[in-house]
């Protein structure tokens, strides 16, 4: 089992930023991917980025792209989300989740979440 911490969420103002990190803990061995996801009240929990633990390789989600880099520190266990010219349409709780398998986009395909932390961006 995998344990996953979230943590650098708050209250923004549009335009401003704000840095995620999730820390994972636990069986190290299940992890492939770490990747973050967004909901909104009301909607769909969606992609936002993922980033495979060995490699580095990512995607990123094209409503975030050039917007939210991830990265990760394989000696920390982190993964982080570095978000800027943030706008109210990011208001969301922000999960962290991994899987043992490739890339995906799709939540269901993941094992592992955190509780989530929550971002909200005022206009």
């Known amino acids: 089992q995998v344990r996953l911490v979230e943590s650098g969420g708050g209250l923004v103002q549009s335009g401003g930023s704000l840095r995620l990190s999730c820390v994972a803990s636990g069986r190290p061995g299940f992890i492939n991917v770490m990747a973050w996801f967004r909901q909104a009240p009301g909607k769909e929990r969606r992609f936002v980025a993922a980033?495979?633990?060995?490699?580095?390789?990512?995607d990123v989600a094209d409503s975030v792209k050039g917007r939210f880099p991830i990265s990760r520190d394989i000696t920390k266990g982190t993964m982080y989300l570095q978000m800027s010219s943030l706008n109210p349409a990011d208001t969301a709780v922000y999960y962290c989740?991994?899987?043992?398998?490739?890339?995906?986009?799709?939540?269901?395909?993941?094992?592992?979440w955190g509780q989530g932390t929550q971002v909200t961006v005022s206009s």
């Open positions: 980033i495979t633990w060995g490699s580095g390789h990512t």
């Open positions: 989740a991994t899987r043992l398998g490739g890339i995906t986009t799709t939540p269901n395909s993941y094992n592992s």
